[in-house]
């Protein structure tokens, strides 16, 4: 089995995750952002420290969680081009329908003006 390490940054008070970005902020559903590499991580820390938010990072950890990969659902390439390429004929196929529809709604007219 494969193992992966994935990055998060956490609040130490709250506990919620920081949602990265230029101007972080914490997620208050608890999911936060994953970054997958030390230097992506490293690299946002110091992104947000140049734009002035040093002390955003003040009360908070990198917290390292390691990921098994495992085979849950395994489909053939071929396979899961094929399903991407008939969804895509339903998805054009219901938006043709929608523009015909549209294209044969009687117009509204509106009070005549004088």
């Known amino acids: 089995m494969e193992t992966k390490s ?4 956490r609040n130490k008070k709250t506990g919620q995750f920081s949602m990265g970005g230029e101007s972080p902020y914490w997620d208050p559903d608890g999911q936060g952002k994953t970054w997958n590499r030390r230097g992506d991580i490293s690299a946002h820390i110091t992104l947000v420290r140049k734009k002035g938010f ?9 917290v390292e ?4 990969i495992i085979d849950h659902e395994v489909t053939p390439v071929e396979q899961w081009f ?11 196929a219901q938006n043709a329908e929608r523009i015909k529809q549209y294209q ?3 117009i509204r ?6």
């Open 82 to 92: 094929e399903e991407s390429v008939n969804r895509k004929k339903v998805r054009d």
């Open 6 to 9: 994935i990055f998060k940054i």
């Open 109 to 114: 007219k509106g009070p005549k003006r004088n």
């Open 104 to 106: 044969t709604m009687p």
């Open 54 to 62: 040093s002390n955003f990072y003040r009360d908070a950890e990198v």
């Open 65 to 68: 969680g390691v990921i098994q």
